[in-house]
């Protein structure tokens, strides 16, 4: 079946522009994760939804970046006023989130470039 | 706080080389273990993961990873490595019940043909 789609593939925004990720999961994942892979930095963990819900929102690193997710389905991460330093890949996953098996699925990731 | 650290950042192995990647974690709780791999271009891949059970868990292309809780340790083992292993590792620790990976720094290893 289809994985974990992100678009765009690619974006390129000047500083201060806000932008909008896309994340389609798996069919019938419940929970949603982001993920931030960048240089110097690994990767980092931004937010987790279960559901239309997120339980934990502690990676979001200031109040510019939101996330929603409706439907139980697709999810967008907004960055407001975007900074050189938002610079990275934004990675989603999904998994089923069982008790005990909760394996992510990770999809290609946008690559966004803030000049 | 959860904490994953790998101890390599870089290795360069010739093909039939075996290969050993650390990785440690700091974590009070159950936890579920995870090696990704990311191959050039292409996205994270789950390689093998451990649960609960054997402490030895295989994965795909023949690797390997051992969980010794006393030592707080998930490394990853391949007897013999091939050129088409060149990729980035990733070490990943969980807390149980869904929720965020926490990764390591990553290990990008180069097999020389």
């Known amino acids: 079946g289809a994985g974990v789609s992100q678009s765009p593939s690619n974006k390129v925004t000047e500083k201060g522009k806000d932008v909008e990720l896309r994340c389609d999961p798996i069919?019938?994942?419940?929970?949603l994760y982001w993920y931030r892979q960048s240089l110097g930095q690994g990767l980092e963990f931004l937010i987790y939804?279960?559901?239309?819900?997120?339980?934990?929102k502690s990676g979001l690193p200031s109040d510019r970046f939101s996330a929603e997710r409706t439907g139980g389905s697709v999810s967008t991460l907004t960055i407001q006023r975007t900074q050189q330093e938002d610079s990275a890949v934004y990675l989603c996953a999904s998994s089923e989130n069982r008790e005990t098996y909760n394996e992510q699925f990770f999809g290609p990731g946008t690559r966004l470039t803030v000049l | 706080a959860q904490s994953v650290s790998q101890h390599n950042h870089h290795v360069i192995l010739s093909e039939a080389a075996s290969l050993e990647l650390g990785c440690n974690y700091s974590?009070?709780?159950?936890?579920?273990l995870f090696w990704y791999v990311q191959y050039p271009g292409q996205h994270l891949q789950l390689l093998l993961k451990y649960f609960s059970g054997d402490p030895l868990v295989k994965g795909i292309k023949g690797f390997e990873a051992e969980f010794i809780k006393s030592k707080f340790s998930f490394n990853l083992r391949k007897p013999s490595v091939q050129w088409s292993d060149t990729a980035e590792y990733f070490c990943?620790?969980?807390?149980?019940?869904?929720?965020?990976?926490?990764f390591g720094q990553g290990t990008e290893l180069s097999v020389k043909p």
């Open positions: 069919s019938g994942h419940t929970a």
């Open positions: 974590y009070g709780g159950t936890v579920n």
């Open positions: 939804f279960q559901g239309n819900s997120a339980p934990d």
């Open positions: 990943a620790v969980n807390g149980g019940k869904g929720g965020k990976l926490i």
